[in-house]
């Protein structure tokens, strides 16, 4: 496992919002406990009670209210951050069990500083508590369950929201990168050596075979129109990139000749299977710059598709002396392609090269 350094920034920035959630809770109980008790004297004020004794009545209410507000709020947030997950089926039933059990608590702990403070006699301890209890439950249980349902639904449209942002945020994400390969395409497209040696080729060809001439200005153009059109989805249909690839290999094999030949072999079943966009031609690519250009005996680029236990695979293949992914940088055509299998697929989506009988393989596969 990697070890992440995280900067003091995002240390403070954490502990700050710590303390802040904890300051927020504590907050929401004094509230709480304030709510309770102006609710319990104006309950017991409707039911006869004088106003003469409001002030005994508002330190008692107050005193059930700190006594079980304040470790209901704190035991009901530890839970559910605890065994939310762990156990979802039985969490109600452990808020209802913590809910009786603060209230059976806070009433015995409250019967006590009564006595304390001279309230009740000694021998009202029993008969204060059983007057208080079965009230003190159920307004425990419909506040505590009413707060929780109300945090419970708060926190799944926090995080519903947050998952939102980050989709928006991977999907802007998808887009430039397939805009810088769309645009890394197109200037690879018009660079000079490429344009120049294709108008060359053209040029030659032109006394001697115009039909080709012709068909090798229709594959530049429709090249160029692909590499600015590339489906804004991400995706593109397998059959589409294939037809991108060999326009491709055919104005490189005007250039090259007979020391620059490919075969094709990807099934029919696979044709309508979806790709990001110039995924292939990237790979292809990549050997014609490093291995066709580099050497003067010819080259065979074969390019083989097959699908397995509900995976593609996509394989370039050349005789060069191979590369490592190693050395890619995020910049490179590759690199940036790696990137968007990974945002497209996740961990589904693999690009890995490989020696396999002296041919270098580099093989994309990702889900079917």
């Known amino acids: 496992m990697t070890n992440k350094t995280y900067p003091a920034t995002t240390y403070l920035a954490d502990n700050c919002e710590a303390k802040s959630s904890y300051a927020l809770t504590v907050f929401k109980v004094i509230c709480y406990i304030c709510v309770v008790t102006l609710a319990v004297v104006a309950l017991l004020h409707s039911v006869g009670m004088k106003w003469s004794q409001t002030g005994s009545h508002i330190i008692g209410s107050f005193v059930y209210s700190a006594l079980i507000a304040l470790p209901s709020m704190f035991l009901l947030r530890w839970i559910s951050f605890r065994y939310t997950d762990k156990y979802p089926r039985l969490l109600v039933l452990m808020q209802v069990t913590v809910l009786l059990c603060t209230a059976l608590a806070g009433c015995l702990a409250a019967g006590l500083i009564f006595q304390f403070i001279g309230f009740i006699p000694p021998s009202g301890y029993w008969l204060e508590f059983r007057s208080s209890f079965e009230f003190a439950v159920i307004l425990t249980l419909l506040i505590g369950m009413s707060t929780t349902a109300y945090e419970t639904l708060r926190d799944k449209f926090h995080n519903a929201t947050l998952e939102l942002r980050t989709k928006q945020v991977e999907q802007e994400r998808a887009y430039k990168l397939l805009a810088e390969t769309r645009l890394s395409s197109l200037e690879s497209r018009i660079h000079p050596h490429f344009l120049f040696n294709t108008l060359n080729s053209i040029a030659a060809l032109i006394p001697r075979d115009p039909q080709l001439a012709e068909d090798t200005v229709g594959k530049l153009a429709s090249l160029l129109r692909f590499s600015l059109n590339a489906n804004q989805s991400g995706l593109a249909l397998l059959s589409q990139e294939l037809k991108v690839v060999r326009d491709y290999l055919e104005i490189e094999k005007t250039r090259f000749g007979q020391r620059l030949s490919y075969t094709i072999a990807i099934p029919e079943e696979l044709q309508n299977v979806s790709v990001p966009p110039l995924a292939l031609q990237s790979l292809v690519e990549n050997s014609v710059k490093h291995v066709v250009s580099e050497r003067s005996q010819g080259t065979t680029i074969q390019i083989v598709g097959s699908k397995d236990s509900g995976r593609i695979h996509l394989e370039i293949r050349d005789d060069g002396p191979g590369f490592s992914l190693d050395n890619i940088t995020p910049e490179h055509g ?26 270098t393989v580099v093989r994309l596969s990702f889900p079917a």
Do not use: K, P
Not at 337 to 354: D, H, K, N, P
């Open 334 to 359: 590759l690199g940036n392609l790696i990137a968007r299998l990974e945002l497209l697929f996740g961990a589904e989506g693999q690009l890995e090269v490989i020696r396999e009988y002296g041919w």
